[in-house]
């Protein structure tokens, strides 16, 4: 009997925590039936590193984008630079953007003034971002966090031009409900499986089978059972187990319902060569 195939749609391939067994981490993956892996940017080396990586590997894919948690090293104006990765075959969408309002300077021994910069260069960096990604007709890997209402406002003016996952979902059905009635999707982590992960478990069976997709985040959110260690993609299978359980599906099922989902929301993941 085949075993049902899933993708893990954000995994930070690029980082150090996979140089020394890189290639066993990929026969994991493929042994547990995950068969396509999008590799998560978070600046610009590494949405370069991601591209490399897609390049040598028919089953990575990648994203480009500057994560909100890193703006303040990011350039002025990052588009020129975002502007040439876009059109590679690989390159499935632009990702990971948005706004990080959880660990503000103020918490740090900075100022009001400080916080007030901080989010300002996080809104113009993330607002660059759609630009690019509504010009190239490329959709979004969004990341929030403690920061919906300014997220969620920032989105608006591109909705209609561009699409974007709420990846790692962890908010109110409430919120749910206006992703996805803007037509955009979510994903979920390994936090699924968490003991104290009930508030996820209530918005996954709370998302119709056709608007959520499966990721790890690996580096970060082993499920159970490796809750604490270093997560990889192969672990997509545990969190595809929970899933299941929770919506009442079989795992061929979710398997046909997500992949499919995701081909729909990344089209290069079918026509990339
Ligand atoms: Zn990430």
Redesign the pocket.
Known sequence: MSQPVFFDT???LDYPDYTADFNDVLARAAAAGITKLIS?A?DLESSRRAIALAEKHSGIYATVGW?PSNAHEAPEDIRPALRELVNHPKVVAIG?IGLDYYRLPSTQGGTAEDDVRYKQKQAEIFRQQLEVAAAARLNC?I?QRSSFADTFAQIQPFARQVRGVF??FGESTDRLRQILDLGWLVSYTGIVTFKNGQNIRDAVAATPLDRFMLET?CP?LAPVPYRGKRCEPAYVKEISETVAQVKGCSLEELSQATCATAERFFPKLKTAP
């Open positions: 954000h995994a930070h998560i978070t994560h990971e890997v990341h990846h790692c985040d970060y």
